[in-house]
C-alpha cells in the first residue's frame, strides 16, 4: 500500500512540475508528438516503480507507413499505461469522459488530442465515431477498447461492433492486441499492487478493404477470437 501511494504522489507531483512544459511546446506544430513522448518516459518510470515487467511480443505487426485502429481487451486500469510504454508509437486513446474531472493530468489530455466518450450517450458516441475517422483520414493512429470496460480478468464481455465502425468507414487496418496480468497484479490483489510480469501480444493486422467484411458485427467477432485466443 505505501508503495501504491508512493507512486501516486510522483506521478501527481510529475505533472505538476512539468505545468510549464505545456505552456513551451503549446504552439509548436509537434506539440503533441513532445508531449506524448514526455509521457511514455513517465509510464516507463512508473512500471519500473511498480515492479511491472513487459514482455511484448509482436511488434513487427505494426505496419511502419499506415495509420491503424488498434484494438485490445481491457482487464485492468493499468493497461493504458502499458500500451503507451510498449508501443513504439503512440496512438489517440479513446478515454472515458470521467477522465476530464481528473485535476493537471486532463491539461495534458486535452493538449495532446485524446478522445473522450461519454458512456449511455448516443451523441457522445456519433461524435467520437466522426473523430476516430477523421483522425484515420489524416493518417493518425487511433487505440480503442471495445469491451467498454474493464474485466478485472474475471469476466469476458463482448467486443461492441460500433468500436469497430470507423476502421470500416476509412478502410484502416485493425492490429488487435493481447493483454495478460494486468489485473491479477492489480485489481484482483484489491487495488494494492502486486509486482510480476505482463505479457503484450501485438497480431497481425486485419485488413478492412472495402467489400471484405459484410457488417462491422462479423469484424468484432473475429478480431475478438484472435484476442481472446491468446489469453
Known amino acids: ?11 501527481l507531483g510529475w505533472f505538476v512540475v512539468h505545468i510549464p512544459y505545456i505552456h513551451t511546446v503549446k504552439k509548436k506544430a ?19 516503480l511498480m515492479g511491472i ?11 511502419d507507413h499506415e495509420q491503424v485502429l488498434f484494438i485490445a481487451n481491457h482487464e485492468s486500469h493499468l493497461d493504458p499505461i502499458v500500451l503507451y510504454a510498449c508501443l513504439n508509437r503512440v496512438p489517440y486513446f479513446v478515454m472515458k469522459e470521467e477522465i476530464r474531472n481528473i485535476p493537471i493530468f486532463r491539461t495534458w489530455i486535452k ?3 485524446h478522445i473522450y466518450l461519454k458512456r449511455g450517450d448516443r451523441r457522445s458516441a456519433v461524435e467520437v465515431l466522426q473523430q476516430m475517422k477523421k483522425y484515420l483520414q489524416e493518417g ?25 465502425r470507423s476502421a470500416v468507414d ?23 499492487l502486486k509486482s510480476g510480469t505482463v505479457e503484450v501480444i501485438i497480431h497481425p493486422k486485419v485488413e478492412t478493404i472495402k467489400g471484405k467484411w ?7 467477432v473475429y ?8 489469453l
Open 111 to 113: 493538449e495532446i488530442g
Open 214 to 220: 459484410e457488417h462491422t458485427q462479423q469484424l468484432a
Open 223 to 230: 478480431v475478438e477470437k484472435i484476442v481472446k485466443d491468446s
Open 170 to 192: 476509412t478502410e484502416t487496418s485493425v492490429v488487435p492486441i493481447t493483454i495478460k496480468g494486468t489485473a491479477r497484479l492489480f485489481e484482483q490483489q484489491r487495488y494494492t
Open 140 to 164: 493518425k493512429d487511433v487505440f480503442i477498447f471495445p469491451e467498454g470496460t474493464i474485466t478485472e480478468g474475471e469476466k469476458e464481455l463482448p467486443f461492441k461492433p460500433g468500436s469497430f
Open 30 to 48: 509537434n506539440k503533441e508528438k513532445m508531449l506524448n513522448e514526455k509521457l511514455q518516459k513517465l509510464v516507463r518510470k512508473l512500471l519500473k
Open 53 to 63: 515487467q513487459l514482455n511484448v511480443t509482436g511488434k513487427e505487426n505494426i505496419p
Open 1 to 11: 500500500m505505501l508503495r501504491l501511494i508512493y507512486i501516486g504522489v510522483y506521478f
